[in-house]
Structure formats: structure tokens, C-alpha cells
């Protein structure tokens, strides 16, 4: 990969994602004939397991557009996109001076704009299974250490 412009600006993790796919990470079942690298693929497996995986550059102009009402910073929309808060205390985490900043019915306003705009990322149930799992795990050493 070449580096064209440095300072181009940050990416949202769709784009990552899409660059990776771009490349063959996801159609390579053995991970071997893919022009992608080890820590290339973990990266991938990462954002296939989160929001980005259902977002389209559409979804993402779209809520671009929408947030223009709440005067974000551009690093605070993109944060919202690659986390994608789903409720008004995820979003004071990422807006800064949030309670000076925004009221609590457009801190409400902008978390209905998310729910409706940024498609959440479903679990599956083999992944589900696989978290409830590693939950199990941790209580029965919390159990053990007491």
C-alpha cells in the first residue's frame, strides 16, 4: 500500500474495512492467496465483528448531513460513526464539553438521528454464544479468586 497524502484526513472504519475487502481479506478462506497481511487480517476480523460491516458510504454521507443541526466537530462525527453511540451517556463520552455544549433534548435528538440513520451491528449466534462464554468464563475465575 502507498501512501499518496499523509494529512488526507482520518477514515471512518467502513473505509478501512472496504479498502480490506478491496483486497481480498474476506474472500480468501485460507488467508494464504490474499495480498493482504497477518495484521491486515485482524484488523478485518475486527471490523467485521462491529457496526462497520453493515455501513455503506450512502449511510455514512447521510448522517454526515443530518449531524450539520448539532455543529460537531469532524473528528466527533467520526467517532460517532466508527463507535456508533446508541444511548445519551456513550454520547457525552465522545462530544466534548457535551454538557455545555448541547442541551439534554438534542443530546436526546442526536441519539434518535444515530438509531435511525447507523445501522446497528446484529450479533450472531455463533458470536453470541462465543461472548457468553467468555462472561461464563470470567465469573467462574471472579468466583474462584474470592
Do not use: W
Request: glycine share 2%; hydrophobic share 35%.
Amino acid at each position: 500500500m502507498k501512501i499518496l497524502d499523509s494529512k488526507a484526513g482520518a477514515l471512518t472504519n467502513f473505509e478501512v474495512l472496504d479498502l480490506l475487502r478491496s483486497r481480498g481479506a474476506g474472500t480468501d478462506p485460507t488467508r494464504v492467496i490474499a495480498s493482504v497481511s497477518p495484521s491486515e487480517f485482524k484488523v478485518f476480523d475486527y471490523l467485521e465483528n462491529s457496526a462497520a460491516c453493515n455501513q455503506t458510504r450512502e449511510i455514512i454521507q447521510k448522517f454526515v448531513d443530518a449531524c450539520k443541526k448539532f455543529d460537531l466537530a469532524k473528528a466527533e462525527i467520526l467517532n460517532i460513526i466508527n463507535t456508533r453511540p446508541s444511548s445519551g451517556v456513550e454520547v457525552y463520552q465522545i462530544i466534548e464539553d457535551c454538557d455545555i455544549r448541547m442541551e439534554e433534548d438534542t443530546i436526546h435528538e442526536l441519539v434518535e438521528t444515530i438509531n435511525q440513520i447507523l445501522p446497528s451491528h446484529q450479533l450472531t449466534n455463533e458470536t453470541a454464544d462465543e461472548n457468553n462464554e467468555i462472561e461464563e468464563t470470567a465469573e467462574e475465575n471472579n468466583e474462584m479468586t474470592s
